[in-house]
């Protein structure tokens, strides 16, 4: 899967209100490649993510998903694009509070119109062993450490097989050592499960693992040579 971000400009607002969030952006991300957007508040970065995820329709420019173009979609096909072949991550691990480890990634497969079964059920804790969670399995959020949680939001973006992955400041919430191992974390899978995925961050400390760094500034966008490592 690999993901084609091609001359993409987003124009919020009208009139003398009009800003230009994203100007003629192009990226292309593999699958297995974990690319970092950087930049400083305001710059795009959260335009960028909200366009790629089919959740802002560009106003120029193409984003396509395995040749797909998102543009020609409706919003029932983006709808079902985004639940069976992206998978989120957010700044704040989002989990329904009255749910245990393993039932928020259940919760997937119900949001797919199914009820789970066992193998499903297997599936999910396979998953929260890989992110060494198995142990929290029937822990509610409200139990977990911010680390525990972004490692259970991660699983569940794992669990319907994506894609790509869009990946929101995941270590914000977090200190510098529990935020790198979130990032080791991602990483891993990214690279294991030959996943396509694109993380926002603002935090130059927590580069190390990736496989390319990019920046944006004023919706522009620029490779930074250098950095992270070779890609995988």
């Known amino acids: 899967m690999t993901l ?3 001359d993409v400009s987003l124009v919020l607002g009208d009139g003398d209100q009009k800003i230009t969030a994203l100007d003629h952006v192009s990226l292309r991300v593999d699958a297995g490649q974990l690319v970092a957007v950087v930049g400083p508040s305001g710059s795009g970065k959260s335009s960028l993510l909200a366009c790629v995820g089919g959740l802002r329709r560009p106003t ?16 029932e096909q983006l709808t079902t694009l985004r639940r069976d072949r992206i998978g989120f991550v957010f700044q704040q691990s989002n989990l ?4 245990t480890a393993v039932d928020q990634l259940l ?3 119900h949001l797919r119109g199914r009820r789970p079964g066992a193998a499903d059920r297997e599936k999910a804790r396979g998953l929260l ?4 969670m198995d142990h929290r399995e029937n822990r509610r959020p409200a139990e977990l450490s911010g680390g525990e949680r972004q490692r259970v939001g991660i699983a569940r973006a794992l669990m319907s097989d994506p894609a790509l992955m869009l990946v929101d400041e995941p270590t914000s919430m977090l200190d510098h050592t ?5 990032i080791e974390l991602l990483a891993r899978e990214c690279h294991q499960r030959r996943v396509a995925t694109v993380m926002v961050t603002h935090d130059p400390a927590m580069l190390e693992s990736v496989d390319r760094v990019v920046s944006i500034v004023d919706g522009r966008l620029s490779e930074t040579p250098g950095a992270g490592h070779a890609a995988h």
Do not use: E, K, W
């Open 96 to 99: 329904v509070p009255s749910l």
């Open 60 to 75: 120029s420019g193409h984003i396509r998903l395995d040749g797909t173009d998102l543009a020609a979609l409706g919003p």
């Open 129 to 132: 062993r890989d992110v060494g």
């Open 4 to 6: 084609h971000i091609d």
């Open 178 to 182: 529990r935020g790198r191992q979130v």
């Open 107 to 109: 919760l997937t497969v």
